[in-house]
């Protein structure tokens, strides 16, 4: 966009503020600069007195301080305020502040300006002025010279006249005589001045004081800051009276605090978003919320399913295996947040439960002459087996069957010959058929009717040597045979597995957790009873094969400090986060951090230190005057002989500082006022005749007011006082 474009937005756009219309119809239609006319113009530097937000396409007022004004020395600029008209408007996806001056003012006189003459227009990062960024305006030098010196000799004429009044009131004093007015005024030449009037002291002194009592602070959004308002209160003879509240100096920048409000959950769209509140911290260091919590549309959050933190939900009756996810989402510190807990996934399919005897064995019951088949349950997930359950009886049966022969009519097992004897002992073996296919269960066994052959364990009581079969739950005893020889056993047999089956009992006596998956294997004790040596353990605190998962059991979510803590200007908080408790099947409790909670508010943390600077004494008097005047104390009326006492007075100043200083030991701010009292008195009374009596006699002139000889003193600042104007100025809330 050239240069000329933007002259001609700015300007048509300025010409629609009201404040800005009413300027060019006072100083006159113009016509738009030229490009020569704008070489010639110097660059005036200014800038924001605070951080300024500036609206889209509607002008709105501000104030500048002018930093740096070609050609006017400082005096001219101290203490001026550039008044000003500011907005931006976007083009081409670029913030183009758009600003033009229209006065000056100083000590509540102003000098207008033309708008037309002062112009400024600059690319913006964002839609405020800041007060470390300079604004350049270019516009008339010799215009704005002569206001600022207009401003300057209007002060400059007060001083002049304050000072002459002075120096009046002190001849007078001195002499207690009027000059003489012979030479303009034959009657006047003869008057004689009369005696001084007695005045009697006015024991009901007016006090005037500004107060922050009974206004409130008004927050302005627009520009981010709080402003406490206060107003002024005089009392006389014991009335009081109470100007309107209006905004004071104190101000209070608001802040955005994402700590206290909690993420917002749309579980229909998947999303979460991130919320604020807005604060300030008052005079008294305690923090004020001023808005509800805000959604920032600009901290959005994608929620997502997590399975790893799962389990695996076992359906039996539909023989499905159900995975299972919770949701969650990563929220703006880049912590994991969930937001519901574990539930059949939407995204990983069921997969179905399979019945196998893969890794089961074969059960032998010999007292009731039967065996059983184990089997147990295994799904497919993401390529992987898993198993399901431990090894259990499936219903498949086989019968028991004593063979001496094979079905070739060989012996299974070769007899026993005992030449001395000269007897034969047959053997035989316990057999089942499963899938057509013949299975020896037990070893050879002599018959024992044969002859006097018989078992015994001795020295097969020994456990440890024994066959345990955990997939079966059973151990066999062991045994061997022997027969008696002239009452001496002779053995015919080593140990071998005996028919005595011992079933397995279980114990737990312990779980070995697994909190990353929310599951515990139970720790098993298998052991064995009334063998010929007692119990026997077979495995001592073990993770059996095929021993299932046992889900951990959710028992809710709370926050629980974590040790951190932070500050918002004063105020502290404790950092907590937000914690789902699990409890274990050995009756502990598993704790997962899940989010971040609320943080803790312990309140204000801050102190104030208050310092006074060396007391100040001033003396106002009532300047020569035939009109109104105003002074600190109150109104004089020179009409008739009357005479405000409250127009002459005398006040003490001392400077206050506050410092507010956080328990951690940080300086969170500081800040400086003025504490002023007056003691008003009745002034001593001279006239004298300027032009004469009129025709009755009646006094026509000027009335010279000072201040009397003795009785009047600097009102004293005691603690009474100062702690008067703390509260004053809300400092001590």
């Known amino acids: ?205 007016p006090t005037v004081r500004v107060t922050t009592e009974g206004c409130n602070i008004r927050v302005d959004l627009a520009q981010l800051v709080a402003v406490q308002q206060s107003r002024v209160e005089t009392t006389e003879g014991g009335n009081v009276s109470a100007g309107a509240c209006e905004d004071g100096a104190d101000r209070y920048p608001l802040d955005r605090s994402y700590s206290v409000c909690g993420d917002t959950i749309d579980m229909e769209t998947r999303q979460a978003t991130a919320q604020y509140l807005l604060y300030y911290t008052d005079g008294g260091g305690n923090r004020q919320e001023v808005t509800d919590c805000l959604k920032d549309e600009d901290k959005v959050f994608d929620i997502t399913e997590k399975a790893s933190a799962c389990s695996v939900y076992l359906d039996y009756n539909e023989m499905m295996a159900v995975p299972q996810a919770s949701l969650v989402y990563v929220n703006a510190s880049n912590n994991e947040v969930q937001v519901r807990s574990c539930e059949p996934s939407e995204e990983i399919a069921s997969v179905p439960l399979v019945s196998v005897t893969d890794g089961c064995s074969i059960r032998h019951d010999f007292a009731a002459g039967r065996s059983y088949q184990t089997g147990r349950h295994i799904y497919e997930l993401n390529g992987t087996t898993w198993q399901a359950d431990a090894c259990s009886d499936n219903g498949t049966e086989y019968l028991h069957e004593t063979v001496y022969k094979n079905a070739a009519g060989q012996e299974v097992c070769a007899p026993i010959i005992n030449q001395a004897a000269g007897t034969v002992t047959r ?111 077979i495995k001592t605190s073990e993770v059996l094969p095929g021993e299932p998962q046992t889900a951990y059991v959710y028992s809710g979510e709370a926050p629980a400090t974590n040790g951190e803590h932070f500050y918002e200007g004063c105020t502290r908080f404790d950092a907590r986060d937000l914690v789902q408790s699990y409890d274990r099947p050995d009756g502990s409790v598993h704790k997962v951090v899940i989010g971040e909670a609320d943080p803790l508010s312990l309140g204000n943390k801050c102190y104030n230190e208050f310092t006074w600077a060396a007391v100040t004494h001033g003396r106002f008097e009532n300047p020569v005057s035939s009109n109104k005047s105003s002074g600190p104390c109150g109104v004089f009326e020179n009409y008739a002989h009357v005479y405000d006492a409250a127009y002459h007075c005398t006040s003490t100043s001392s400077v206050g500082t506050r410092k507010t200083i956080r328990e951690d030991g940080e300086v969170i701010g500081t800040a400086s006022n003025t504490c002023k009292t007056y003691n008003a008195y009745s002034p001593v009374r001279a006239k004298y005749y300027d032009q004469g009596s009129d025709a009755d006699g009646s006094f026509q002139g000027y009335v010279r007011v000072g201040f009397p000889s003795s009785g009047w003193s600097y009102p004293s600042h005691t603690n009474g006082v100062k702690s008067a104007c703390l509260g004053n100025w809300g400092w001590l809330q």
């Open 1 to 205: 966009m050239n240069k000329r474009t933007l002259w001609c937005l700015l300007l048509s756009s300025c010409l629609v503020s009201p404040a800005l219309a009413q300027m060019q119809e006072t100083t006159g239609t113009t016509s738009e600069p030229g490009i020569e006319e704008m070489v010639r113009k110097v660059n005036i530097v200014t800038r924001a007195k605070t951080r300024t937000a500036v609206s889209e396409n509607e002008p709105m007022a501000i104030d500048l301080g002018l930093v740096d004004v070609p050609g006017a020395p400082p005096k001219l600029t101290e203490g001026v305020t550039a008044k000003a008209y500011a907005r931006y408007v976007t083009f081409e996806d670029h913030l183009i502040a758009q600003l033009v001056l229209t006065g000056v003012e100083k000590d509540g006189k102003s000098e207008p300006l033309d708008s037309n003459d002062f112009v400024a227009q600059f690319n913006m990062d964002s839609p405020e002025l800041d007060p470390s960024s300079p604004v350049t305006i270019e516009g008339n030098q010799e215009t704005l010279l002569a206001a600022l010196q207009r401003l300057n000799d209007v002060e400059d004429e007060d001083d002049k006249e304050e000072k002459e009044t002075e120096s009046a009131e002190a001849d007078t004093g001195a002499s207690n005589n009027v000059g003489s007015n012979a030479s303009k005024n034959a009657d006047a030449a003869g008057y004689s001045t009369p005696s001084a009037l007695d005045v009697e002291e006015d024991s009901s002194a």
């Open 427 to 537: 053997q035989s073996r316990k057999q089942i058929v499963v899938n057509g296919v013949e299975q020896f269960i037990t070893e050879c066994k002599p018959d024992s009717t044969n002859i006097a052959i018989q078992s015994t364990i001795d020295g097969c009581d020994n456990p440890s040597l024994w066959n345990h079969d955990l997939a079966a739950g059973t151990s066999y005893g062991r045994e061997r045979f022997y027969y008696l020889l002239d009452s001496i056993p002779k053995y015919v047999t080593e140990c071998q597995d005996s028919e005595v089956a011992y079933p397995h009992h279980v114990e737990t006596t312990g779980w070995q957790n697994h909190d990353d998956q929310l599951f515990a294997y139970r720790l098993t004790t298998v052991y064995i009873e009334s063998t010929p040596r007692g119990r026997f353990n």
